[in-house]
């Protein structure tokens, strides 16, 4: 079987809420559109809007495992993102303007004992990725697999948090990859580094719970990663279905 794109993913509010697509348009040295495009700062954070800063600012399912439940749809035309959680039901705002409402709605899911979220903050041109550089995270289905046959049960790819989902692939292929150029469709990629997991992980995607030590079993093969990030060196548009070629 020959290595292809199974699934498509943004985030356009970090840690809340994820959104499938089926074809995405990528440019050279930028995220994907829309992909981690707000953020929402805690009462502790140094966020201010005028520059990428690191992930420890905002609010986010490491924290509160709660918001992995969160799902998304984004209208691009009105600004408006629609978040679905199986206990909140759904809001519908523009992050820009609404941030009040939304910080209502998303207040159950936030312990007692932590930061609580304060504002949601946006730069523009830059999308707030785990990294400095303009990250497109690639995950290998394989990879998540061979994980869940380990820890014996069932692991959704969800719970990763990705961009491309790859299918056709050897497990922990991907690993090999850094400094290489992965080709998909139109787009090309450069590979920069391994994704360092966190806790985030360790919560359902379906219920928002901590359920499973995808941590402890990842160190247990000697390393904490899961996933590689990817730079556009190549402008063009990957869809679901599309060859991966690695070079």
Same mark, same amino acid.
């Given at each position: ?8 993913? %943004?985030? @356009? ?9 089926? %074809? ?8 994907? *559109?829309?992909?981690? =495009? ?9 966020? $201010? /809007?005028? &520059?990428?800063? *690191?992930? +420890? ?7 509160? *495992? ?8 984004? #209208? ?9 959680? *199986? ?6 705002? #523009?992050? $820009? ?8 709605? +998303?207040? @159950?899911?936030?312990?007692? #004992? =932590? ?16 990294? =400095?550089? @303009? ?18 049960? #069932? ?12 299918? /056709? ?27 360092? =997991? ?10 928002? +719970?901590?359920?499973? $030590? ?7 093969? &000697?390393?904490?990663?899961? /996933? ?7 402008? /063009?548009?990957?869809? +679901?279905? $599309? ?5």
């Amino acid at each position: 079987m020959s290595a292809l794109v199974s699934a498509l993913w %943004r985030h @356009p509010i970090k840690s809340h809420g994820r959104e499938s697509l089926d %074809r995405v348009e990528l440019t050279a040295g930028q995220t994907m *559109p829309w992909d981690r =495009r707000w953020a929402v700062a805690h009462e502790a954070s140094k966020a $201010d /809007g005028s &520059g990428w800063v *690191p992930c +420890v600012n905002f609010s986010r399912g490491a924290k509160a *495992p709660a918001l992995m439940a969160i799902s998304a749809r984004t #209208d691009e035309a009105l600004n408006t993102v629609t978040l679905s959680h *199986p206990k909140l039901g759904q809001f519908t705002f #523009d992050p $820009d303007k609404q941030f009040l409402g939304f910080l209502d709605w +998303v207040r @159950p899911l936030m312990p007692a #004992d =932590r930061a609580q979220s304060a504002k949601i903050v946006r730069v523009d041109g830059v999308g707030m990725t785990d990294t =400095r550089f @303009p990250s497109i995270s690639l995950l290998n289905a394989a990879s998540n697999d061979a994980l869940a046959d380990q820890m014996q049960t #069932d692991l959704a790819m969800e719970r990763w948090r990705g961009n491309i989902v790859m299918q /056709g692939l050897e497990p922990w292929a991907e690993k090999g990859w850094i400094g290489k150029t992965v080709k998909i469709g139109s787009v090309e990629l450069e590979i920069h580094e391994e994704i360092t =997991r966190c806790l985030a992980t360790t919560a359902n995607p379906n219920t928002g +719970v901590r359920d499973a $030590d995808t941590l402890g079993t990842l160190n247990t093969l &000697g390393h904490q990663e899961f /996933g590689v990030y990817g730079v556009v060196t190549k402008s /063009g548009s990957i869809s +679901v279905g $599309d060859a991966i070629e690695v070079g």
